[in-house]
């Protein structure tokens, strides 16, 4: 599912224009991502989490130059769902 099927699905459910859904859309994933630039988690009770999680620093491979490089610590955006949606999706969706 793309940004435009989310929008198309939520304008036909609530009969709302698709311009104003997609403005609101936009605006909610701009407000996610200045909150965890800004440091803070983003916490959707019933959805999940969008949390930093803190990468430690390790060495790695630089297969073609066959040298070892630093790679620094550094955070990195990720989403932990939350219980209940984890278990609609265990109980509704086919192990394929």
């Not at 036909?12 to 991502?33: C, H, I, R, W």
Request: proline share 3%; hydrophobic share 40%.
């Amino acid at each position: 599912m793309t940004k435009a099927d989310i929008v198309s699905r939520i304008s036909d459910k609530l009969g709302m224009e698709k311009g104003d859904v997609q403005a609101t859309v936009e605006s909610f994933m701009d407000e996610v991502k200045a909150s965890l630039e800004s440091g803070d988690n983003v916490y959707l009770r019933g959805f999940g989490s969008f949390i930093i999680k803190k990468r430690a620093e390790k060495t790695g491979r630089n297969i073609s130059k066959n040298t070892t490089i630093k790679i620094p610590a550094h955070n990195i955006p990720a989403f932990k769902p939350a219980k209940v949606f984890v278990e609609g999706v265990k109980s509704n969706v086919e192990v394929k």
